[in-house]
């Protein structure tokens, strides 16, 4: 699983936030199907605290997927921290639960902290605290996709993109930004099958991300004369990632 939420820390004293996420997900045995994203204060309902949710589904017919998804948080909610919990369910109602130390283990942002304190003019106008890049979406994508990022300050920012060797390919920004949050996009059409990295440089500020261009998983429906159908695994775009597919009766 991979996970990305656009914020930490919010203020929610004037006005309720709306807050970006994503979940990739994938199950090795059956298709994926609905998702949950919580927050959770005090130990949740069931032990006096509270819980704010945002649920949805995936793509039908899919082991492997991701979604972009929001949760709002309303005026005056609760100050402190809120803990972040995922549950998966599949088509056969398995339910995978990933808690807040679950995150933490797999180097995910585990919670999201509310305060609710006098803010500054700038906090208003959505100035950040720190230089972020955040991970593109989709990813895999084929063959454009978006990066966000995050500058506290006016800055010059240079954002390129590396093969796995270690080659300039494009060239997405070098230019000077005002504060705030910005973002790109990388349309990579031209470029071959493969693993490529997001670079981000600005004063001081280095972080690359792995990204996948084109999209590795394509799903291939094949028919054949047998009156049932038959869960098989068939080879996508490259032959060391694969994707799963139903065999359709003809008769």
């Keep these: 699983m991979n996970f990305s939420i656009y914020a930490d820390t919010i ?3 004037q006005e309720s936030v709306t807050i970006d996420f994503i979940i990739e997900a994938e199950d090795s045995e059956n298709y994926l199907l609905n998702y949950s994203l919580r927050l959770i204060i ?3 309902v069931m032990n006096g605290g509270e819980m704010l949710e945002s649920a949805g589904q995936f793509n039908d017919s899919l082991m492997s997927s991701s979604v972009a998804g929001t949760i709002e948080i309303p005026l005056g909610t609760t100050e402190g921290q809120w803990n972040i919990k995922i549950i998966l369910i599949d088509e056969l109602d398995a339910i995978s639960n990933i808690g807040p130390n679950d995150l933490e283990n797999q180097n ?3 919670y999201i902290y509310v305060d609710n304190a006098e ?7 959505n100035i950040p605290e720190k230089f972020s890049l955040n991970q593109n979406y989709p990813n895999p994508f084929n063959p454009t996709t978006s990066i966000s990022f995050a500058v506290p300050i006016k800055s010059k920012v240079e954002i390129n993109v590396y093969d796995i060797m270690g080659n300039e390919v494009a ?3 070098n230019d000077v930004v005002p504060a705030g949050i910005q973002s790109v996009s990388w349309d990579a059409k031209n470029q071959p099958s493969g693993v490529y990295f997001i670079h981000m440089q600005a004063e ?3 972080i690359t991300h792995r990204v996948m261009s084109p999209t590795y998983l394509q799903k291939i429906t ?6 049932y159908k038959q869960k098989i695994r068939v080879t996508g775009a490259d032959e060391k990632y694969k994707t799963n597919s139903i065999w359709s009766p003809l008769i």
């Design 42 to 44: 005090n130990g949740g």
């Design 108 to 110: 995910f942002q585990n």
């Design 222 to 227: 094949l028919q054949c004369v047998w009156g």
């Design 171 to 173: 060239i997405l920004l």
């Design 11 to 13: 203020n929610t004293s």
């Design 119 to 125: 803010l500054s003019q700038d906090i208003f106008h």
């Design 204 to 206: 001081g500020y280095i």
